[in-house]
């Protein structure tokens, strides 16, 4: 595995954190993050989630839903999936605040306003490494199904992409290929940081 990876959705919870744990599994240097202002999680309605800070641990969440509404949290599969985060890593991070991760050559967002938001971030950037980093848009919705479905997208990207020498030279031939056999339509940016 020779490229470093980010996954990044909206809360650093379900489809990030699901690519995130398959990746991880398969030996990827993969990270995961969230663009969104703050944490979101589904509550008992609509109109009342369950909110919490970036940084604020996995092991937390998933203590305090218990506490509230263990039947709902477990029926909703949100216990299920905080289980699955905390054994990945230990608490959600904001994408805007990783600078001091370093750097990636592949980011991966699922959903096209996550995209926007990490291209625009990384043009608004202090430009000193200059570094190519290609970012691509895999649309996924954010259910626990799509979510696997979508990790599972992200490695088959992710195989084809450590499998070249360069992505640089191929991604075109990459992209094609990958949109044609999975009927997904890709976004695509390379941007330097």
Known sequence: MKFRYAMVCSSNQNRSMEAHALLKRQGFDVSSYGTGSHVKLPGPSLREPNVYEFGTPYKQMLDELRRKDPELYKRNGILPMLKRNVAVKLAPQRWQDNAADGSFDV???????????????????????????????????????????????????CQELDATESWEDSIDDILNGFEKQHRRKLLYSISYY
């Open 107 to 157: 980011v991966i967002t699922f959903e096209e306003k996550v995209f926007d938001m990490v291209v625009e971030d990384l043009h608004n950037r202090d430009q000193v490494l200059k570094k190519c980093v290609l970012i691509i848009n895999l649309e996924v919705k954010d259910n626990h199904e799509e979510a696997a479905a979508g990790a599972r997208l992200a490695l088959d990207l």
